[in-house]
């Protein structure tokens, strides 16, 4: 079954930074690294649950680096913060691990942009934990009905000695 993506009306952000603008450094490997809270609004009718995959296409790696995927959000939810973040299904990092990967670019790399993605499905799929972004992103394609995305930057300035 195919589902068409709406474009419209759903969209996510956080209380932590603007679209575009600089993740703050409690967010990130120069802070305590705790998840930045998120909260979206405009959602689409039909949904049924939602996941998130955080991404960084700017790191040094063929696909870049993902920082975190959660899956198994129920509809009615509308924020996810650090703390609500553990009950919903957590996926592999990029290092493999079930968490918040902060952010950490190699210092003097430059400016590093994190896509956060929101999806909305039309579906619960019954999704077990652990799963990586692409092993998500393959289970889901056929149900996203909405979709929507925050940008954060960050970077590390070259050490000055």
């Known amino acids: 079954m195919t589902v068409k993506v709406n474009l419209g009306t759903l969209t996510v952000a956080s209380p932590n930074f603007e679209h575009g603008q600089r993740i703050p450094d409690e967010h990130t490997c120069d802070g305590p690294g705790t998840p930045p809270e998120l909260t979206w609004s405009g959602v689409t009718e039909g949904t049924r649950s939602f996941a998130l995959v955080v991404h960084d296409p700017d790191a040094p790696l063929i696909n870049g680096f993902v920082h975190w995927v959660i899956y198994n ?13 553990e009950k919903y299904t957590i996926g592999k ?7 918040w990967e902060p952010p950490t670019p190699f210092r003097g790399h430059g400016r590093h942009h994190y896509f956060f993605h929101l999806y909305a499905l039309g579906s619960e799929p019954d999704l077990a934990p652990g799963m990586s972004s692409h ?3 393959a289970r889901i394609k056929g ?18 000695g």
């Open 73 to 85: 959000i129920p509809a009615e939810v509308r924020d996810l913060s650090g703390a609500t973040a």
């Open 93 to 99: 990092s990029g290092l493999g691990n079930p968490k």
């Open 135 to 137: 092993e998500l992103l």
């Open 143 to 160: 149900d996203v009905i909405c979709q929507a995305r925050l940008v954060g930057t960050f970077d590390r300035p070259q050490e000055q």
